[in-house]
């Protein structure tokens, strides 16, 4: 399922733009030293990784969730009604997990090379409130282009999903690297658009799709947010 939903004008993605920047000093720095990037927000697949020590995922969300919720009610209520048309479904947040939050890439930084690929598994980590009751079999994952660098953006996926790749897995000893499968794959590019969210399960193979080349004053800022079905509702989260 690749499913494109407009909810923003190109006047909505400058407003929500704006508020960004004017957030700078919650921007949490990611990446490396050379190649930085930045979330707003609590990012699941980053803060909640088993291991991490101490868990940063809830100590995030406790001081950020605020700070988005005063800035970005308006954008939230928005994504959830046009979700819950969409789904057929109501939609809610949490709080015991993060708002859909914020990727940040600028200038130079902008990804020009592969990035990771991967399937979204994060909702095995992160403090789901109520597990037992919680389809896991058709979880949901968004982007909401805001501003993309003049080469555009979009993602990469692969004719592979998590169902088929853990069957395998279990079928066989042998450990292949999924980069490695993915060159035995057909791969597609879904191309955003600012203001277009881009619904998908999460459990297909992916990955950010890089541009040719980054420009100084290149931009590439997205709302990032997932979804799992519970008791008769859509939970979404970061």
């Keep these: ?16 733009r704006q508020a960004v920047h004017a957030l700078r000093s919650s921007w ?8 930085p990037f930045y979330t707003v927000g609590a990012a699941s697949y980053i803060d909640a990784v088993p291991g991490t020590t101490p868990p940063r995922y809830s100590e995030i969300l406790a001081e950020t969730n605020p700070v988005l ?6 954008l939230y209520a928005r994504v959830m009604n046009k979700l819950s048309v969409h789904l057929q479904a109501v939609v809610r947040t949490a709080d015991e997990l993060a708002l859909p939050g914020f990727h940040v890439w600028q200038g130079l930084s902008v990804p020009t090379s592969s990035l990771s690929i991967h399937f979204d598994l994060q909702y095995m980590s992160i403090p789901w ?3 037992a009751r ?18 555009g953006g979009g993602l990469n996926t692969w004719d592979l999903s998590y169902e088929e790749q853990a069957a395998h897995l279990q079928a066989t000893p042998e450990f292949v690297p999924i980069d490695e499968i993915a060159k035995s794959r057909t791969r ?17 193979l992916h990955q950010i799709a890089a541009v040719d080349k980054a420009y100084p004053d290149d931009e ?12 008769g509702a859509w939970t979404i989260y970061w």
């Design 220 to 231: 590439r800022i997205t709302l990032q947010g997932h979804g799992l079905y519970c008791d």
């Design 188 to 204: 597609t590019f879904h191309p955003y658009t600012p203001g277009v969210l881009m619904l998908h399960s999460g459990h297909t």
């Design 28 to 35: 949490i720095v990611r990446g490396s030293a050379d190649y």
């Design 69 to 74: 919720r005063e800035h970005f009610d308006w």
């Design 129 to 131: 409130p109520d597990v």
């Design 134 to 151: 919680s389809d896991r079999s058709r979880p949901l994952s968004f982007t909401l282009p805001i501003a993309l660098p003049r080469g």
């Design 1 to 16: 399922m690749f499913d494109a939903i407009p909810v923003l004008s190109s006047a909505d993605c400058e407003l929500v």
